[in-house]
């Protein structure tokens, strides 16, 4: 019983020796091909499965699921009614047999991606992360976590406006032609208007990206800086095309605010970047000769 310890401490001693050996061997971590698609096997079933338990969330809880999505249709007037019991004003329809299958399916998928989200994009990025530097870990992972909220912040700032956008659209039906809302018509209606919103509160991210990598320079932004205002209240136009200006300044003057801090952490980075490494041709003239740095001179 004396000598356990001591095994214990030889045993700890000796592997380490042979993770340092393989480390050594390995030193960045590579593995065989069949052993990167063993491992992406492994992620793709645990994120099905995933998705499968989110599924079955999405088909148990359907009538709460679907109050959600059809909660804009339904609390916006249209020509006097609400409550989307008003057929040929505001009530969804299914035209088929198999339609009313269909969209329990599609709402559980939507619910199933959403709950499941945590767990697939972890697993995505357990997938990627061990073919980074520690620095790409870093940055990425500040990246992913900026990335989400902005995401939810843009679908939750769209949803709570397509009520306004359903009371004007129905309300230009003229006189005497009925609105048969079909059901899948409507689901991809306020899906699609999520997911540009969304995407469009990813645009200071990826300004943010660009820099980073290089490509894109305050310079440059400077010179595309109309522009992308001027596309990110167009896109508030069309997820809200109402004529309220307010809904459409609060969408669009929130995404245009990102994008000036997106500006402000490019020209600071820019300018920490000239400061650690100036530009050796900033300030010569055209007909002047530049510096050549000397590979090294000796004395004596």
């Known amino acids: ?10 045993a700890r001693i000796v592997a380490e020796r042979f993770v340092h050996s ?38 148990v809880f359907f009538s709460q699921a679907w109050h959600v999505i059809e909660r804009p249709l339904c609390s916006a007037t249209v020509r006097g009614h609400s409550g989307c019991r008003t057929l040929g004003v505001n009530q969804l329809v299914l035209n088929g047999p198999l339609d009313a ?32 530097r520690t620095r790409e870990k870093r940055w990425s992972s ?6 989400i909220p902005l995401f939810g912040i843009g679908i939750t700032l769209c949803y709570l406006s397509l009520g306004r956008s359903m009371h004007y659209l129905l309300g230009l ?21 999520m997911l540009a919103f969304g995407l469009a509160f990813e645009v200071p991210l990826l300004i943010v990206m660009l820099n980073l990598a ?16 001027f596309s990110v209240f167009l896109i508030a136009g069309i997820a809200n095309p109402s004529p309220d200006p307010l809904t459409m300044v609060i969408l669009g003057g929130a995404c245009a605010l990102l994008v000036e801090v997106a500006e402000i952490i490019v020209w600071s980075r820019d300018r920490r970047q000239a400061r650690l490494h100036p530009d050796p041709y900033t300030g010569l003239a055209d007909d002047e000769l530049s510096p050549v740095p000397s590979a090294g001179r000796g004395e004596g």
């Not at 499941?116 to 994009?121: A, E, G, K, T, V």
């Not at 500040?142 to 990335?147: S, T």
């Not at 006189?175 to 699609?192: E, H, K, P, R, T």
């Open 1 to 10: 019983m004396t000598k356990l310890p001591g095994a214990i401490a030889g």
């Open 22 to 59: 393989q480390r050594q061997q390995n030193p960045e971590g590579r593995m065989p091909l069949t052993d990167h698609i063993r491992e992406l096997r492994d992620r793709v079933v645990k994120m099905a499965l995933a998705l499968a338990a989110g599924m079955t969330a999405g088909f």
């Open 101 to 132: 299958f269909y969209l329990r399916v599609k709402v559980a998928v939507i619910v199933g991606v959403i709950l499941s989200s945590p767990i697939w994009l972890y697993q995505l990025w357990a997938f990627v992360t061990p073919g980074l």
């Open 142 to 147: 500040i990246f992913l976590g900026a990335a």
């Open 173 to 193: 039906t003229p006189g005497g032609v009925q609105n048969l809302i079909q059901v899948d018509q409507y689901l991809s209606f306020v899906m699609a208007m």
């Open 214 to 229: 290089g490509i894109l320079t305050h310079e440059r932004f400077r010179k595309w800086r109309r522009a992308l205002i």
